[in-house]
C-alpha cells in the first residue's frame, strides 16, 4: 500500500519576512493566520468583504473568481487571501492599510483629556483601598502566655490592618505559612485579595515587600487592548501599553469570531490570541518598567461580554443565538495562571461584572467612570464602538441597550474605510468652491478614510448638496461623480502614481447612515422608554475610540447625536480602561460595579417593535423629523450649521 504524503509550502509574508509551512491547499489567510500575520477580515473568511486582498510576488496558487477585484488588481497579482490556495511555496506582501500601526488607541494618558471624570484615580480622587494589597506585618511571636496557632495569629494581626470579617487560606500556603513565618521572627508580608465577599490570603512571604506590589488593568476591546500597569502602593499608573487584538483575524466583530470558533472548533485559538495579546502588553510593560512579574499580583479585565467569553474561554455560543444568554455576566475572581495570564503564579484575574450578552462590563466600566450612577441630572452614555451601546440614567435608575449599529464608522464595510491610523484622512472639509480638503493622521498622502473623516464626509457631502436625505447622490456633472461597477462614487482623493484614488460609494453611504441611525435610534428608543426628552439630558458623554475624534456639530448635522446644547457633551475617551482601574484601586468601586450590572435594565432593542419604526426615521438626514435638530438650519438642499 502506498502511504500519500502531505505535501507541504512555505508561505513568505513581506515586509516582515514571517513565513511558514501549511499543507498544500490551505489558503493564503489560513498561513496568515498561523504565522500570526495580521490580514484585516471583515467577513471572517467567507469571501464577500474584499478586505484580505495580497499581493502574490512568487509562487502558483489558484483562486476563486471573485468580483471584488478589478481586472487591473488581477493584473497586479492581487488576490483574495481568504479565496486563494496555496500550491507552492510562495511569497505574497501584505500591503500597507493592514499593518497596524498604535493610531490612535486610547491608551489612557487620554484620561488627562477628560480630567473632569470622577474616575480620574491618578489625581487620588478614591481612597486607596486595591481589591490585592500587600500588608507588612510584625506580629508578637507566640509564647507560654500566648500560644495561638500561627495561621490564627496571622489572621489577627490581617485584621487590625484591614476590614476583613471572613478570610480563606488555600493549602499551599497554610503549608508554607509556619515556615514563613519562623524565617524572620514573625516579620512578613501577605499579600490578600477580595474574592466576592471574603478575603483570601494569596500569598506569604518573610520579610517586608509590602513596597512592590503591581497590578494591570486592562481594556479587552474587540479591535484593540489595551493595558495599564498600576502602582498598588500609591494607587499610580506607571505605564500604559496598546496593542490591536491579534483575533481581528478572525472576524472584526465578535459575532464573526464566534461563528469562526464554532465552525472551527477553534474557541481554544481564540483564546490564546487574546491570552498572548494580554501576556505580551504584560510583559513589554513589566520589562519596560524593570517589574518583575511576580510583583504583579492581580489583573483587572473589563470588555464586551464576547470578548471576557473568549479570554476565560467561557462557552459562547449562545451569545449569538436567541433568547442570546450569556456563560456569565458576573465572573468569580480567578488565578489569573488559571486562565494563562502571565503574573505572579497566584495573583488573582478579575473580569468586572456585564450586564447582558449585548452589554458587556465595558459599559459597567464606561457607567462607573462617568459617575452618572452618582448624579441626579439625566446623563446619556454612548459608546460608539463597533456595536454602539447606550445607558441612561442617574443615581436612581439605569438603561441600556445595544444599538447593532455596526462598524462602518470603524472602517468595515466602506470600501476604503479603515481604522486610525497613518494615511487615515481624519477631518475632510468641502470648501465654497468645492475643493476638498484632508487632514491625515501623520500627514501623509491619504490611503483611506477612518471613523471621524468618514462622519465628516456624511455631514460635508450632504451640507454641500451632493446627497440627499435619504443619502442618494444628486445627479450632477461634477466630474469626481462617476459610475462604478458597483453604481455611483464620489472621488475624495485622486489618484497618484504612488497611490490609488480614494472613493466614496453609494453603498459606503447606506452603510454609514445605517450605522448612525443604529446609534441615534437607540438613544431616542431610551429616551422615549423613559418619556425623556433631548433638553432632559443634562450631560452625554461620548466614550470610545472614535468618540473622542469626531466632530460634534458634524455628528449632529447627519443626527447621529441628538441635538443638544454642545457644552453638555464631553468626550470621555476610555471609559473602560478608566473604569476598570477604578474598581482595581478601591473595594467598594468594584462592589458599586456589581450593584450597577445588577441594577441596569437592559432594553433588548430587537424585541421592541418602536424601535424599527425609530430606525427607519433616523435613516434620513439627519431624521424625517427636523423639529428633533432645532439648532440645525436646513436650507432646502443641504444643511448649514
Ligand atoms: Fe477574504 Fe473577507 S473576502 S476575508
Redesign the pocket.
Known amino acids: 500500500m502506498v502511504k500519500s504524503v502531505e505535501k507541504k509550502c512555505v508561505v513568505r509574508f513581506e515586509p516582515s519576512g514571517l513565513k511558514t509551512e501549511v499543507a498544500k491547499g490551505s489558503t493564503v ?1 489560513e498561513a496568515a493566520h498561523k504565522v500570526g500575520v495580521y490580514l484585516s ?12 486582498k495580497v499581493v502574490v510576488s512568487d509562487g502558483h496558487f489558484k483562486s476563486r473568481p471573485t468580483g ?1 477585484l478589478s481586472p487591473e488588481e488581477i493584473r497586479e497579482g492581487i488576490v ?4 486563494t490556495k496555496v500550491l507552492s511555496d510562495m511569497t505574497l506582501i501584505v500591503p500597507k492599510w493592514h499593518r497596524l500601526e498604535a493610531g490612535q488607541i486610547l491608551t489612557d494618558s487620554d484620561a488627562k483629556r477628560f480630567g473632569d471624570i470622577r474616575g480620574d484615580t491618578d489625581e487620588g480622587a478614591l481612597e486607596l483601598d486595591s481589591l490585592i494589597q500587600k500588608i507588612y506585618l510584625e506580629l508578637p511571636p507566640p509564647s507560654i502566655q500566648d500560644h495561638t496557632a500561627d495561621h490564627e495569629r496571622l489572621y489577627l494581626g490581617i485584621r487590625e490592618s484591614i476590614d476583613a470579617p471572613i478570610i480563606q487560606t488555600g493549602f499551599r500556603v497554610l503549608q508554607k505559612l509556619s515556615p514563613e513565618l519562623k524565617k524572620t521572627d514573625y516579620k512578613v508580608t501577605v499579600t490578600v485579595g477580595s474574592r466576592g465577599g471574603t478575603l483570601e490570603l494569596v500569598d506569604i512571604e518573610s520579610g517586608d515587600h509590602s513596597k512592590t506590589n503591581y497590578a494591570v488593568a486592562v481594556d479587552l476591546g474587540t479591535t484593540t487592548v489595551v493595558a495599564h500597569l498600576i502602582d498598588l502602593t500609591i494607587g499610580k499608573t506607571v505605564d500604559t501599553e496598546a496593542t490591536y487584538n491579534s483575533q481581528i483575524s478572525f472576524g472584526e466583530d465578535y459575532i464573526r469570531r464566534i461563528i469562526y470558533g464554532e465552525q472551527n472548533n477553534a474557541f481554544d485559538e481564540l483564546q490564546n490570541r487574546i491570552v498572548h495579546d494580554v501576556n505580551d502588553l504584560i510583559v513589554t510593560l513589566a520589562v519596560r518598567q524593570k517589574v518583575d512579574l511576580q510583583d504583579i499580583t492581580a489583573c483587572v479585565c473589563a470588555g464586551n461580554t464576547a470578548m471576557v467569553h473568549f479570554l476565560l474561554n467561557l462557552d459562547s455560543t449562545g451569545i449569538r443565538r436567541e433568547p442570546f444568554a450569556a456563560s456569565a455576566a458576573f465572573v468569580p475572581a480567578i488565578r489569573a495562571a488559571e486562565a494563562g495570564v502571565q503574573i505572579n503564579k497566584r495573583g488573582l484575574l478579575y473580569c468586572l461584572p456585564g450586564v447582558a450578552a449585548y452589554v458587556g462590563s465595558d459599559i459597567v466600566a464606561g457607567v462607573l467612570a462617568t459617575g452618572m450612577n452618582n448624579g441626579g441630572g439625566i446623563s446619556l452614555l454612548a459608546d460608539i464602538g463597533t456595536n454602539g451601546e447606550v445607558v441612561l440614567g442617574n443615581k436612581e435608575w439605569l438603561i441600556c441597550a445595544s444599538s447593532s449599529a455596526g462598524p462602518a464608522f470603524e472602517g468595515s464595510g466602506v470600501k476604503h474605510g479603515m481604522r486610525a491610523g497613518s494615511g487615515a484622512i481624519e477631518k475632510l472639509r468641502i470648501t465654497e468652491d468645492g475643493s476638498i480638503e484632508v487632514d491625515t493622521i501623520g500627514g501623509g498622502h491619504p490611503i483611506g478614510v477612518c471613523g471621524s473623516g468618514l462622519l465628516d464626509v456624511l455631514a460635508e457631502l450632504y451640507k454641500h448638496g451632493m446627497i440627499d436625505r435619504t443619502g442618494r447622490f444628486y445627479e450632477s456633472d461634477d466630474k469626481r461623480l462617476t459610475e462604478a461597477d458597483e453604481g455611483l462614487q464620489f472621488q475624495l482623493s485622486p489618484p497618484s502614481e504612488e497611490h490609488s484614488e480614494i472613493v466614496i460609494t453609494q453603498a459606503d453611504i447606506d452603510n454609514l447612515i445605517r450605522s448612525k441611525a443604529g446609534v441615534f435610534s437607540a438613544i431616542r428608543a431610551l429616551l422615549k422608554a423613559t418619556q425623556l426628552e433631548p433638553e432632559d439630558l443634562e450631560s452625554v458623554y461620548l466614550a470610545g475610540g472614535f468618540g473622542n475624534f469626531l466632530d460634534i456639530n458634524q455628528a449632529i448635522v447627519i443626527g447621529m447625536l441628538p441635538d443638544v446644547s454642545r457644552d453638555r457633551i464631553h468626550f470621555v475617551g476610555n471609559t473602560t480602561i478608566a473604569g476598570a482601574k477604578q474598581a482595581l484601586l478601591s473595594r467598594k468601586s468594584f462592589e458599586t460595579c456589581e450593584t450597577i450590572a445588577q441594577s441596569m435594565t437592559y432594553v433588548d432593542l430587537m424585541s421592541d417593535a418602536s424601535y424599527m419604526e425609530e430606525f427607519v426615521r433616523a435613516k434620513f438626514i439627519p431624521h424625517t423629523d427636523l423639529s428633533l435638530f432645532p439648532s440645525v438650519e436646513f436650507d432646502g438642499i443641504g444643511t448649514t450649521n
Open positions: 489567510l477580515s471583515v467577513c471572517g473568511g467567507d469571501g464577500y468583504c474584499g478586505k484580505c471584488l483574495l487571501a481568504c479565496q
